[in-house]
Structure formats: C-alpha cells, structure tokens
C-alpha cells in the first residue's frame, strides 16, 4: 500500500512536470512568432485610417494625395507614415525640394542622418532625400539612391530592405530604419 501511494505521488509530480514543460516551450513558440511578426508595411485599408487628409507645410494645407501614400507599423504599434501631397499651390522654391509629409512616432535613421518622432516635410532633389520641419527649414539631407532594375516605376513606395526599409519616388529611393 506504501509502496502504491509513492507510486502515485511520483507519477502525478511526472505530469505536473510535463505540464509545465509543454507550457514552457508553447510560451516559447509564441514569443518566436510574436517577435517574428515585427514592423509590417501598412496595407491601403489600414493606410486610410491613419494618413491625414491634408498636410500642413510651409504657412499652407495641401491636399494629401491617398493613393500615393505609405506606412509602416512598428512592432512596438508605432507608425511611420509618407505621402505625396498636391504642392500647387506653394511657390517655384518650396515646389522644387518638397514632394510630400513624413510622420514619425519613432526615431528614424538615414545615410546621413537621424530624425527625431515628429512630422516633417520632404523631397528627392539633385541626388538627394531632403527633410525639412513644417517651416520648410532644411534639416538634413542624404544621397539618394536609383534602382534601375525597376521596370514599372510607381510615384511612392515602401519596400523591406533587410533590417530597413527603402522608400521610394519612382525609381530613387533612400534607406530608412525605424528604432
């Protein structure tokens, strides 16, 4: 009877351990792909909830031009938004260097320089990303890059480039990572 009951309590302690073991390594998996998941390039249904309908620059609101806006969605929920605004109404200087808004929750890093959360203006100029604040002062800029191998050229695009990201204006782009 002894013996039966020492038994008993081994293999009910052998199934609490399994149980806690196979619980073990579901938390595990699950931390796998929740880590895997990561930043994720907004869709256009998600891009519509979160882009502005306009975008204020340089003393004037200019219209945002919705399907040639783009975004991601940091792992952390955070967001990182560009698009393309209607710049016709602004004068032949600001038209030349700003192309569209950028909003950042996160801090953003580029060849040449990093940028703090905010909302900013910018434009593909001579060879180069420019980023300006909301006063059309310059803050940086950085070479941008030509992808030839781009066949169908799009106005503005967000692609993962390994740990990055490359956003692009027809064929030139510039490297972004979101911290």
């Known amino acids: ?10 293999l009910t ?12 390594w579901m938390m595990v998996l699950v931390a796998l792909v929740v880590g895997q ?6 869709a256009a249904d998600a891009l519509k909830k979160v882009v502005p309908a306009s975008y204020f620059f ?7 031009q919705a399907r040639n806006s783009v975004g991601l969605k940091t792992a952390a929920g955070k967001f990182v938004l560009a698009g393309l605004v209607d710049t016709s109404g602004y004068s032949t200087a600001i038209q030349e260097k700003y192309q569209g808004f950028l909003i950042t929750e996160v801090k953003l890093s580029f060849d040449g320089g990093t940028l703090e959360p905010g909302a900013y203006g910018f434009g593909f100029k001579d060879g180069k990303f420019l980023v ?3 006063a059309a002062t310059d803050l940086f800029s950085a070479p941008s890059q030509t992808d030839e191998q781009i066949k169908h050229a799009v106005p503005l695009k967000l692609e993962k480039d390994g740990e990055g990201y490359r956003l692009y204006a027809g064929k030139k782009y510039i490297a972004l990572k979101a911290e």
Not at 37 to 42: K, S, Y
Not at 58 to 64: E, F, I, K, L
């Open 58 to 64: 340089a003393g004037q609101s200019a219209p945002v």
């Open 13 to 24: 302690e052998e199934l609490l351990m399994n149980k806690r073991r196979n619980w073990m």
């Open 1 to 10: 009877m002894r013996g039966s009951r020492l038994e008993i309590k081994n």
């Open 37 to 42: 998941a990561g930043a994720q390039i907004l």
């Open 132 to 134: 300006m604040n909301v």
